[in-house]
């Protein structure tokens, strides 16, 4: 056997995760988490960084970098449409002016066995755009809503891990976006769930 193989560890799966979004003050009819936290899509868990460039003076064969506030992505998540309307619910709240209904999200990672391995903390979470299904006569595809939001920060941390354990990047985001995500095994409406594992990032 090849003993370079013995350390090798297998890489997660993008089918195994759990979303997870609690609203600070859910609305009426809307209980935490949101949608039993059954997704069975979830993407925008990102960070950017642009730096500032200059050349230094008298120096032309080198670039100097500064860096500049931290971005974050938007974060979209799916799922099968049924009659239970949390995120129509949590989106017609937090369009309310001098409303405040953010979420405290949780978007976990599993490894292949369904262990919890990485978790992304996402703070703040906001929705910023909500989509019903697209309706097609010849066609027997589940029907899907769709929500995309925004967050302050993202921190990623080993599963179960709690508190400042988390890698993080001591930078303060000048544009938060991001979602909350709610997540879990099943996913609703007949549409095979995705289970997470913890997956931790952190910026703050």
Same mark, same amino acid.
């Given at each position: 056997?090849?003993?370079? #193989? ?84 949590? #989106? ?27 978790? #992304? ?79 931790? #990032?952190?910026?703050?």
């Amino acid at each position: 056997m090849n003993p370079a #193989f013995e350390n090798v560890v297998a890489p997660y799966v993008t089918h195994r995760f759990e979303v997870v979004l609690n609203v600070d003050k859910p609305p009426s009819g809307v209980t935490n988490p949101l949608c039993n936290a059954a997704f069975a899509e979830c993407s925008g868990l990102d960070m950017t960084m642009e730096p500032e460039s200059y050349q230094s003076g008298g120096d032309n064969q080198r670039q100097v970098h500064k860096p500049k506030p931290v971005t974050y992505g938007r974060l979209t998540l799916r799922r099968g449409m049924t009659d239970t309307l949390h995120l129509w619910a949590w #989106f017609a709240a937090a369009a309310k002016p001098g409303s405040n209904s953010k979420a405290q999200g949780e978007v976990t990672l599993w490894d292949a066995s369904g262990t919890p391995r990485l978790t #992304f903390i996402l703070e703040d979470c906001l929705p910023v755009k909500i989509s019903g299904p697209s309706f097609n006569a010849s066609s027997t595809q589940i029907a899907l809503e769709e929500l995309q939001l925004v967050y302050a920060t993202m921190t990623l941390r080993p599963a179960g891990e709690s508190g400042g354990g988390g890698l993080g990047i001591g930078i303060s985001a000048g544009v938060s976006v991001g979602a909350s995500v709610s997540g879990g095994p099943g996913l609703s409406g007949g549409i095979s769930a995705s289970a997470g594992a913890s997956a931790s #990032f952190g910026i703050g």
